[in-house]
């Protein structure tokens, strides 16, 4: 098992455990729960695998259970009021943990109650998907869509702890382990060349859920975000950077409807159109647009838009993306393969060429 | 106009300015306003007194308004959503300020939206209640009510400034003027024992709205729940002081319904249950507990609760109480008139003769 901790600043810091089995091993979870009380949020996939287990390694707790149905479509308002009914029903009170065994979704909404309930309670990440192993457990973002725009809704709260257990990958669809790979390579992109030279050299055994890479792939990544976030807990600045690939990618899901496209094959999709900006820009050159659409194409991602998706979808979307500062478009491109950059030169007009014209692609 | 300062650690703080006339100077506004967009959150009885001078005090911004039906009852997640779809459909983005023209409620609701909109955006407070002066607008309290439970939804979340004009108390009916008063008796029953036997002096001139009595209670009701609140910014211990009444209040309002009894009127009657308990303890004495009662009598404020209401809707209702830790019933009781503290020591059966029986009352 691999120990790394995400500092936080003001003194508090918490700890990402990642390896085989940890599902079983109640000293993970005890020593980060604080009360008597435990209520696991969960949904209709995951609960068959992996909640039995859980519920024995809490055993030592009252603990209540919230069963979610699964996908994007149920991150909202409605699921996150179903958590609130079970925690007062069960009359959980401040010293109560929220523990969130899921994807993406289900950490979002998990943390997102336990960052309103009673104005705030303790929760602990239990991620069971690759994105959200190496995404959502770090960097205390949570919340819900809304009708309106991705992610609208939320608040930024730390879990007390994340437990990884690599083994709850074996039974995760491929194309989800092919969409949390584009979370991987992101960091690669941002932040560590070197950790994208590897990739291009494990790929293949990355895709084959070899447990010894998948741990190192999940550990890089985690220190990679760890670093950015403990740099800017707010995301006010440095954090942002984080979003390669996730105003493209935010349109794409936005204009498909949510759960069509899976969040990692549309950042895989904004990172290429990234790295065309970047490459118009001068920044990067044509061997290195190359080098990532191989390595997301060897992850079987797509390094596409949707083809019927217009530049005015879009700008319409974009225009109402969180990460729009008073109507300009702030886009991260990058300066270079592990150099990434906050930038607000892009015209409409270019990304209109970008997604219409053949350009360069 | 007076000027005062929240402290909130990290190198925060936010002033508070307590005057006349202020909702017309624009340079108490614009200095705490980020980007160009604001939001204002009003309801259907603030609105047509004051909404408009207010519009016209942020004439240079693009301002959008929500106006929210009046009262408790709407204190909920579906009012929540009223304002997020507002701001979305305003385009409103992370630079956005939201205004809160209103009292508690108003301001509760408001400030909750600012605190999960994109995960938070800033919001300036306009309290137009003097409970709101004096308690919702220090403290970075917000949120709403669930059917099971007051204030079970909520974040803390800091306001930039807050402006106090005094003469909009001139509109405020004098059952609410009454109820305000109840938590100004509070901090100098908590925390300022000079204050107490300040408002036994002044309380008449303050139920006849005389401004510069007005602006003092004020000022050093904020000064002495910021002093509380800049100790304790996450309510771990200290904070919880200012609940004196409160435990009590809040199973009156629950049992009645919200809104049949001010917040401030359940909290007049929920101090003296702490009062008498205190009394029971010998911390209190006769003299002590009549002081409370006829200061309260004077603001005609309740000082019992309602007659029907018996100790096992009392227990009932506290057990879920989010003040109440692993079952254990913590109550806020007084050592002395000015010095208030935590206690965990009062049984079920205590509570059971306080309400149901003659008692000391």
Redesign the interface.
């Known amino acids: 098992m691999k120990t790394l901790y995400v500092e936080l600043g003001?003194q508090r810091r918490y700890p990402i455990f990642i390896g085989q089995k940890l599902l079983d091993q109640p000293d993970l979870f005890t020593p980060y729960i604080r009360?008597?009380?435990v209520c696991i949020v969960t949904n209709e996939t995951v609960a068959p695998l992996y909640l039995s287990r859980l519920e024995k390694t809490l055993s030592a707790f009252q603990v209540d259970v919230v069963i979610l149905p699964d996908g994007e479509a149920y991150k909202n308002?409605q699921s996150i009021?179903t958590i609130?009914?079970q925690l007062?029903?069960g009359?959980h009170?401040?010293?109560s943990t929220i523990v969130a065994l899921g994807g993406g979704v289900v950490g979002d909404m998990a943390g997102?109650a336990a960052?309103?309930?009673?104005?705030?309670i303790n929760f602990i990440q239990v991620p069971t998907t690759l994105l959200s192993q190496v995404d959502s457990s770090v960097g205390g973002?949570?919340?819900v869509n809304?009708p309106?725009?991705k992610?609208?809704?939320?608040?930024?709260h730390q879990p007390q702890s994340v437990v990884i257990d690599i083994e709850v990958l074996n039974s995760l669809p491929a194309r989800e382990l092919s969409a949390g790979l584009a979370e991987v390579i992101k960091y690669g992109l941002i932040n560590d060349a070197p950790f994208f030279d590897w990739l291009e050299n494990n790929i293949k055994s990355l895709m084959c859920y070899e447990p010894k890479d998948l741990i190192e792939a999940i550990e890089r990544s985690c220190l990679n975000k760890a670093d950015v976030v403990a740099r800017d807990e707010?995301?006010s600045s440095v954090r942002a950077l984080l979003n390669l690939g996730h105003t493209f990618g935010h349109a794409i899901e936005t204009a498909q409807g949510y759960g069509q496209w899976l969040h990692g094959e549309a950042v895989a999709a904004g990172m290429v159109l990234a790295a065309q900006l970047s490459q118009q820009l001068g920044w990067l050159d044509a061997g290195d647009v190359n080098r990532i659409e191989e390595l997301l194409r060897a992850a079987t991602l797509p390094v596409q838009p949707p083809s019927a998706m217009t530049s005015g979808q879009f700008l319409e979307i974009m225009?109402?993306d969180?990460?729009?500062?008073?109507g300009a478009i702030r886009l991260i491109l990058l300066k270079a393969i592990g150099e990434a950059v906050i930038d607000d030169s892009v015209s409409a007009e270019q990304i209109r060429c970008l997604i219409d014209s053949p350009c360069d692609k």
Not at 115 to 120: E, I, K, M, V
Not at 151 to 156: D, H, L, P
Request: aromatic share 10%; no cysteine.
């Open positions: 003001d009360g008597k009380q308002l009021n609130y009914d007062l029903k009359r009170n401040r010293s997102f960052a309103t309930y009673q104005r705030g973002k949570t919340g809304h309106l725009g992610n609208m809704i939320g608040a930024f707010k995301e225009a109402v969180k990460k729009a500062i008073d």
